[in-house]
């Protein structure tokens, strides 16, 4: 498995105002994944960060409210914009096994933000 | 499109019981179905995996099972302890111009001493 960490692990944030959380890994990835957990409930995808091109995002999830950089194998991040309340949740990354099966994944220990 | 479905949302038992959860899949061309474990406040954990070309995995007081052709996989907790109360969220990857994994809505489990 993979050694990840997140920046910050939690934030209290002002309406309107713009958080980047980090995510880096001991290990080169090719794939990098943005998932958001809102409180009591499931993981949903945000967007695919692959090195070298533009993060693919899911349906629901738009560039300009969460952009994200891929500057490296090991490293990204994803910025949360113009936010609202409705933007309090856990946002995690997670990665593929650097060693093993590249369908395997492994989540980072999350980033909880409060909007207020 | 892909759906992940997964029963029951909560799960009571006594110390030393079994616990199963069990889930569905609507991407009949998903291959790979991984399980997690998230206990309070802390980040989701791979407890087991097993992909389409077999049918059953154990890992010690852990099983899962596939079946393909009905588009479910199961969890099985064998002994529980109280130490396994947590969330645990299935997961299908499914193919849609990359992978990706789709989870399961989880099932709080409380194993009480």
């Known amino acids: 498995s993979a050694v990840i960490s997140q920046k910050p692990s939690r934030d209290i944030c002002q309406r309107g105002t713009s958080l980047t959380i980090q995510c880096q890994v001991d290990s080169q990835v090719t794939m990098m994944f943005w998932y958001r957990q809102q409180p009591g409930q499931s993981l949903t995808l945000i967007a695919t960060a692959n090195q070298g091109s533009e993060a693919t995002y899911e349906s629901g999830f738009v560039i300009d409210k969460f952009p994200i950089s891929r500057p490296n194998l090991t490293f990204s991040t994803l910025t949360v914009s113009n936010m609202s309340p409705e933007d309090s949740s856990i946002y995690l990354c997670?990665?593929?096994?650097?060693?093993?099966?590249?369908?395997?994944?492994?989540f980072g220990p999350g980033t909880r933000l409060l909007v207020l | 499109g892909e759906n992940v479905e997964q029963h029951p949302s909560t799960l009571s038992v006594q110390e030393g019981d079994s616990a199963v959860i069990k889930c569905t899949y609507s991407?009949?061309?998903?291959?790979?179905f991984p399980w997690y474990k998230q206990e309070l406040g802390k980040r989701p954990q791979l407890i087991i995996d097993i992909r389409s070309n077999v049918g059953e995995k154990k890992d010690q007081r852990i099983a899962v099972t596939l079946n393909k052709t009905a588009k479910h996989f199961s969890l099985h907790i064998t002994e529980t302890q109280p130490e396994d109360s947590a969330v645990y969220f299935c997961?299908?990857?499914?193919?849609?111009?990359?992978?990706?994994?789709?989870f399961g809505t989880g099932t709080r489990l409380l194993v009480s001493p």
């Open positions: 991407d009949s061309a998903s291959n790979y």
């Open positions: 997670s990665v593929e096994d650097p060693q093993g099966w590249e369908e395997t994944q492994y």
């Open positions: 997961a299908a990857m499914v193919s849609t111009g990359f992978q990706k994994l789709v």
